[in-house]
């Protein structure tokens, strides 16, 4: 389905997954629908960014959605990964430490009294998800991957510390849309 202002209208969320590793590629791909997904989420919409994704939501390049920019956590200083393969990292969710899947995602570099809710860190203490205004609209980001099934630790040889568990990619999503702005 073509992203369209009159796809998103009949929209609740719109989900922008990871995949691949070239944000420049991926912003090629969904350049042309900026201009809707940005007026949509201005106008109440509420975009979830995970990995990619959450690239996607900076400005270099991408849609321009959160009060700051993406960066590589990998490049960080203090990361505790830096490399781009596939691995698990400690974060600490809530203030709670917890493991998740990672592969080469975005800390987010936010402005100085951005109104935004950092719900995640990485070890380092840079921001691995958030939550974020955009006119009547949220924006909800994460930089590694809460949604990461069995099967992707086991192709891998990866194993998660805390389990599988989707407790943390439930808590963003209804964090998403339970706090967007009325």
């Not at 989900?15 to 969904?30: M, S």
């Not at 630790?153 to 999503?173: C, E, K, M, S």
Request: contains cysteine.
């Amino acid at each position: 389905m073509p992203l369209t202002a009159s796809a998103l209208a009949e929209a609740d969320v719109y989900a922008q997954p990871g995949g691949g590793d070239d944000v420049k590629a991926a912003w090629r791909e969904v350049r042309p629908f900026a201009g809707p997904l940005r007026h949509w989420v201005r106008g109440g919409g509420r975009y979830l960014g995970f990995c990619m994704g959450g690239y996607l939501a900076g400005r270099s390049p991408g849609f321009g959605l959160l009060p700051g920019d993406t960066d590589a956590y990998i490049a960080s200083r203090g990361a505790s990964v830096h490399t781009s393969a596939d691995t698990v990292v400690p974060i600490r969710w809530r203030g709670r430490r917890r493991h998740m899947y990672f592969q080469d995602g975005p800390y987010f570099r936010l402005a100085d009294k951005a109104a935004a809710s950092v719900i995640a860190t990485y070890d380092n203490g840079l921001p691995a998800a958030l939550l974020a205004p955009f006119g009547q609209g949220q924006v909800a980001v994460v930089g590694p991957h809460p949604e990461a099934d069995a099967t992707w630790y086991a192709d891998q040889g990866l194993t998660n510390p805390d389990g599988i568990r989707f407790d943390l990619g439930h808590d963003l999503v209804a964090s998403a849309m339970a706090d967007a702005p009325s």
